[in-house]
């Protein structure tokens, strides 16, 4: 049985099983989130979906997986070192590397990207052999999340949440987003965050959000709405709030219709029911988005990406974390912020108090 | 917010130019960097998972140029802007519409279902990597290009410059990730690149965490350990302005006070980049910036930077770019890597000797019609 106490352990255990229920005997992964969610390596942190070569390789019953990086002191301690190998920055090297794997092993072969030099390259090393998406098993493997899971991606929602708190305060009438955004970075590193998600995403209020750029500023009587991302441990925490510079009581009127809509959707929140079961309740209650409905958080932002304009309906899973971010809007204002909750067999419970 | 006309014409014609050369008649990009160029629009910057719950791309052709799933105030305006969805039939059927008679593809990395199916809606057309063509084109700055690169050098520097009273002992190497951040932020810098690097250097390899065979003992990843008075503290980031990318790398004794080993070792950085910069002019190649450096070191000594890292590389709207110098790519790929004008290098080479410990910083620097320029700050 895995180490439960240790994140990266009990993911790796879940992706090997994910691997053995779809007949895959190698897993290819090039983007930097979905590798580290497997591999549980770490390195430094660059912003972007990387390139189209694989740096991590799963093989079906390995002990672990096989990590090209440049940085070996960021593979996890039971990470056999013959499983750290350097980032080869010669793509025909690192494929001729990974076909070697490939090669021996059994089975389906999976891939979160294609590229025509790997699609050549598997064509050759794996010949007859189905090639896959890697994008189901993945989401397979996302749950369910371990007590230390949800306890790590608590803590980067609580320091997630501190930095926005921190800029809220900061937001007055004709005050440069950056300095919004600059009071916000101060206060990241206490919760241990050593990387932002994202640049902040910011936007202008009104009936519909319109997305503001950092040298941008609000007017008295405006909305801001705001949201930011941390990545402390190797866990994404994300919040979002929404300040009114003024509107009394037409603000708070949707400050309580917004914490509304977000029960409704809270209330869909369990096994068994689906994404179209959110953009329903969601319409039911009035809400818009801004991007997205919701979505989950682990590692990264990640699915389902619960989209209003989408039309799919994928099952929420047990054992998951979903972020709600609901806009709800009223005249010429509107508000939108975010709250986490974990999806459990019964009713959601909140991993964090209302924005 | 998006790019000027000036700017997104010049580099359209350098990648339209390297288009052809290719053979391609379509690019479909989906990096933030390679859309950014192709097009002035500014796509969502963040991590992967975040550019995968905010799909983005742009389709280039001789003639038209698409960008999709970026927020219309963030297009130019004489950019077609159109809606990229999210589920993979329907990002098909966008791209598949806006390349119907392309016939060589030019291809990034695509999401396994969305290739898949772009294969199946084209089947007469043929796909080819795009990095070719985007890294001739991007390979040469414009002047305008290298002026926006030493803007964000200059703010970067000064916002590095601003934490350096905060490196004491006592305070933990994470802690100074936020201090930077604000003072970036506060320089208008809010889109961070490359994790901020604030590392303890090792002062003897028994000190130093795991590294590869034949490398020098090194450490760049940061953690919550405490700096004591002395420590090397190697600094390392890139922050991301109006488009292009910075690249600050230092090292600074905890305190302040440089002891004379740290004096010992910044000299011999100074002679080896002394060296690179000596050879850093049109027409020399990657190669001989390479064996200029080891040739200061003598044959039996590690080349005088980590492995398996560089000694130096690319940068301009994206923070890593070719060419590379030092890497297991090999000395017969950087003989082909000839210098021009408008070629832009950081060189970062790293000095390290059994108990004295370590200094890296890095200088970027572009390649003149005589010479070379430094876009970066001396290190302090």
Known sequence: ?355 | MTDPASLRAARLARLRAAMAAAGEDALILTSAGAVRYASGAVPVHGDSSVEAARPFAAVVTPRRLHVLGVDPAFVPSDVAAHVLPRAARGAVAALADLLADARHVGVERLPFALAEGLARALPRATFASADPALHAARAVKTPEEVARLAEAQRLTEAAVRAVLPAIVPGVREVELTGRFLAAAAERGLVACHVEPLWCVLPRTAADAPWTFAGGLPYRELPDTRVIEAGDQVMIDTGMLHEGYLSDVGWTWVAGGEPRAADVVLRARWREILDAVLAVCRPGRTAAELHRAARALMGPARPAPWPVPLYLAHGIGIGGVEPPFVGTDLGLAAEERFVLVPGTVLVLEPYAWEEGLGGYRAEQTVVVTDTGCELLSAPPP
């Open chain 1, 1 to 355: 049985m895995p180490d439960a106490s240790d994140p990266a352990r009990a993911r790796y255990a879940r992706v090997q099983a994910a691997m053995a229920r779809r007949g895959v005997g190698a897993l290819l992964l090039a983007t930097p989130h979905a590798a580290a969610f497997a591999s549980g390596a770490r390195r430094v942190q660059v912003a972007g979906s990387g390139g189209s070569v694989p740096w991590v390789a799963v093989a079906a019953g390995a002990p672990s997986a096989l990590v090209f990086t440049t940085d070996p002191d960021g593979a996890p301690p039971w990470m056999p070192r013959a499983a750290v190998e350097p980032l080869r920055w010669d793509p025909d090297a690192q494929l001729a590397r990974l076909g070697a794997l490939v090669a021996a092993t059994d089975g389906a072969v999976a891939c979160d990207v294609v590229a025509p030099a790997l699609a050549a390259l598997l064509a050759a090393a794996a010949p007859g052999r189905p090639v896959i998406d890697a994008a189901p098993l993945l989401a397979e493997a996302a749950g369910p999340l371990t007590d230390a899971e949800v306890a790590a991606i608590a803590a980067a929602l609580a320091a997630a949440r501190r930095a926005v708190a921190a800029a809220a305060e900061a937001v007055r009438p004709g005050v440069a987003l950056t300095a919004v955004l600059a009071r916000a970075a101060r206060t990241m590193s206490t919760g241990g965050a050593r990387f932002p998600l994202a640049e902040g995403f910011l936007w202008r209020a009104r009936r519909r959000l319109e997305r503001l750029a950092p040298t941008d500023t609000v007017d008295a009587g405006e909305t801001l709405a705001f949201e930011l991302g941390v990545v402390v441990a190797g866990h994404a925490g994300v919040a979002g709030t929404s300040v009114a510079l003024g509107g009394g009581a037409e603000a708070a009127a949707l400050r309580r219709a917004w914490a509304d809509a977000a029960e409704a959707l809270a209330a869909h929140c369990r096994t068994g029911a689906t994404t179209a079961d959110l953009r329903e309740a969601a319409r039911a209650a009035g809400a818009g988005q801004a991007d997205l409905l919701a979505h989950g958080l682990g590692v990264g932002v990640l699915p389902p990406w619960v989209d209003l304009d989408g039309d799919d309906a994928t099952p929420l899973r047990a054992g998951t974390v979903l972020v709600l971010a609901p806009v709800v809007a009223s005249g010429r204002r509107a508000h939108r912020a975010t709250r986490a909750l974990f999806v459990g067999d019964g009713a959601a419970r909140w991993l964090e108090a209302a924005p």
